[in-house]
């Protein structure tokens, strides 16, 4: 099955499975609203692909390990775009969540989402019991403290901010999990793995930084002129646009040839190449 | 090992692991601020109580499984306690999270030990594959939608409230899910550990509702008033303070008489017993 159409069915079937006539209705739509439609998807997609590199020899399990990712992922966007955060009024072309169901259920919404990520891939794994812990190692890994999402959100807090940890937990974590989680749902627990997703997500976040810089908000869905405004660090400010480019090529292509020894080496390769591409905003996207 | 002893290691254990130098220093205070200096840790003293009546064969499963649902409960605490809800000043005698590290820390801060809850539990379960998802499952379905904390706090936001789901989900869920978190640590999975829980659950908040009305907010350490500032339901309001506690009485009486068999049930009768008297305030604790 096409991966596109394995995410979106691993994230239906955890969403509507807290979706009972007993639950409360606001929460539930906003749930939804958070999750759905879809935006790029990248992290599930890197964590389905480096599966597929690996042998992917439990489909279900590597499907619910992407949703997973992606669950967490939408969590830290709900609470990033949160008035005490951002106050980002919207977010994948719509009004973000607080904006649309108010502060509370968008608190809530991301709670929920961290919950539904842990137990969906708790209720895949009934079959795989040796694979569970490791996963669960791997998402809290990437989401939590001391390294994780939270940590990384948490360095905007600091007055001495550690640059490095606080790239690498912001953006990096999650990539580094979702191609650790689509290797070890596979059965594969190279540490090398996490270098790879740190790799790509050090090549995402110039390609994000550019983005803040040039891109439409129209056409990305959220508003631009954030890293300034929040007095964030931007690699296209600092090396412009030509310079963050190469330098976002070069990153990917250092990425590309850390791929550890699996049976779709290649495979992988060519999905890496074709992502690139993807995500940044059109005009860019040849010169990339 | 006596259980207060237990129960405090567990969450040392859990809150150290994200406290090394690479994590930011703030997000790391406000969670240790958040979990210690104890509360009356009820919770967690259920599921090992639980966990202790059914043979208790795997201790330090059993001990991570209580930490994961007290530090569950201190996650909830903290959000709950937000200017979006109930804009609580203290806490357990002390400033609340918000008021002491900001909302921002306070966001983060709940996010973080959500994610420690199953991160530290799945640590543990290293020599317990075969029980892992079972736990994470029952964790889940205690704090996430359609029927767990989050589902309870949400139905706050509703119009047309569903008052018995809201009061199952609002408190009982987390008791629910503490008596069968330690009945499925020892390996006992029998459903009616879920209703021996709601039935401790629905006596707590009869306890809770009377502190509400009648304690000295100091010596509880927060605020009382809280239910009618917020026009919540209140069991010592409609029942009057005598008829509460003969309420409360019946209900711990029940809860006693739905024990499941069990190798240790007269030492988790006498518990349950003695939990009783610890949770009103002084003056009314002979009478209860």
Redesign the interface.
């Known amino acids: 099955m096409d991966i596109k159409l394995r995410i979106e069915e691993a994230l239906e079937e955890a969403v509507s499975a807290?979706?009972?006539p007993?639950?409360?209705?606001?929460?539930?739509a906003a749930?939804r609203y958070a999750v759905f439609p879809a935006g790029h998807r990248i992290r599930p997609r890197i964590a389905l692909g480096v599966a597929r590199a690996c042998g992917d020899d439990r489909p279900g399990l590597s499907a619910a390990a992407a949703a997973s990712i992606e669950l967490l992922h939408c969590?830290s966007l709900v609470?990033d775009d949160?008035p005490?955060?951002d106050d980002a009024s919207t977010r994948r072309g719509k009004p973000s969540v607080h904006r649309a169901f108010?502060?509370?259920?968008a608190?809530?919404t991301?709670?929920?989402l961290?919950?539904?990520a842990?137990?969906s891939?708790?209720?895949q794994?009934?079959d795989s019991?040796?694979r569970?812990?490791t996963l669960?190692?791997t998402?809290?890994?990437a989401?939590?403290?001391?390294?994780?999402i939270?940590?990384g959100?948490?360095?905007?807090?600091?007055s001495n901010v550690?640059l490095s940890?606080y790239q690498r937990a912001k953006t990096g974590a999650l990539f580094a999990g979702a191609a650790a989680a689509g290797a070890g749902a596979a059965g594969h627990n190279d540490p090398a793995w996490l270098e790879f997703g740190v790799g790509l997500g050090e090549a995402y976040q110039v390609a994000d930084d550019i983005c803040d810089l040039t891109a439409d908000p129209e056409q990305i869905g959220k508003p631009t002129g954030q890293d300034q405004a929040h007095a964030r660090p931007n690699a296209a400010q600092t090396l412009g646009i030509d310079g963050a480019k190469k330098w976002m090529a070069e990153l990917v292509q250092r990425t590309i040839d850390s791929i550890p020894d699996c049976p779709g080496r290649d495979g992988l390769r060519s999905m890496v190449l074709a992502e690139g591409g993807k995500i940044l905003p059109k005009g860019l996207v040849r010169a990339a």
């Open positions: 807290g979706e009972t007993s639950a409360p209705a606001g929460l539930s749930i969590a609470h949160l005490a955060f108010g502060e509370p259920l608190v809530l991301g709670d929920a961290i919950v539904m842990f137990e891939l708790a209720r794994a009934a019991p040796d569970l812990a669960i190692a998402l809290g890994r989401v939590g403290t001391p390294s994780g939270c940590a959100q948490a360095w905007e807090c600091e550690d940890a």
